[in-house]
T-cell receptor, first 112, second 114 residues
């Protein structure tokens, strides 16, 4: 069964600190993996997309990595800001399908 | 601007009443989806449609119904058969672009049944 698992479930850090969120998946054959940021009460917004041939991709203070062999991805947030407080969702797409597989998300809270 | 629009943002209904959530997109996307999100849980797929006049059940379709008469519209009806309808509902659309498939989300509808 295609699954996407994220850890930790929740995370609290102080403003200015770095953090790393994890995503493991079993979706096969694999097409791409996206990280979304979801503010409370809003729809998710895409941060990065990784295809099987990409290892690292950055978007400002967000850096995503992908290891297609071990089926693992991480999202690293550098110099966290209060506005980074949100849920971060890992979404995996399989080949030849529009269906998306969602992780349960990591709830990040950044405190001053 | 192209986008996906859900309405209303907040919806209150009495128990036992059916209610329909609207989702419209002008992105010319073929696929549309409805997800339910509960506190502390990930998004769960209710229904999805890959083409007009066709749709498939997701993981939690019981108590819900959909239609896809137009490419731009994918309304979701929460029926009285849904045991716990209070939740945050998200609509999404996507176009299959091989390795660049991306889903765009609406801003969600928070349904509260009293």
């Amino acid at each position: 069964k295609n699954q996407v698992e994220q850890s930790p479930q929740s995370l609290i850090i102080l403003e200015g600190k770095n953090c790393t969120l994890q995503c493991n998946y079993t979706v096969s054959p694999f097409s791409n993996l996206r990280w979304y940021k979801q503010d409370t009460g809003r729809g998710p917004v895409s941060l990065t997309i990784m295809t099987f041939s990409e290892n690292t991709k950055s978007n400002g203070r967000y850096t995503a990595t992908l290891d297609a062999d071990t089926k693992q991805s991480s999202l690293h947030i550098t110099a966290s800001q209060l506005s980074d407080s949100a849920s971060y969702i890992c979404v995996v797409s399989g080949l030849y399908t529009d269906k998306l597989i969602f992780g349960t998300g990591t709830r990040l809270q950044v405190f001053p | 601007d192209g986008g996906i629009t859900q309405s209303p943002k907040y919806l209150f209904r009495k128990e036992g009443q059916n209610v329909t959530l609207s989702c419209e997109q002008n992105l010319n996307h073929d696929a549309m989806y409805w997800y339910r999100q509960d506190p502390g849980q990930g998004l769960r797929l209710i229904y999805y449609s890959q083409i007009v006049n066709d749709f498939q059940k997701g993981d939690i379709a019981e108590g819900y119904s959909v239609s896809r008469e137009k490419k731009e519209s994918f309304p979701l009806t929460v029926t009285s058969a849904q045991k716990n309808p209070t939740a945050f509902y998200l609509c999404a659309s996507s176009i299959f672009q091989g390795s660049n498939t991306e889903a765009f989300f609406g801003q969600g509808t928070r349904l509260t049944v009293v």
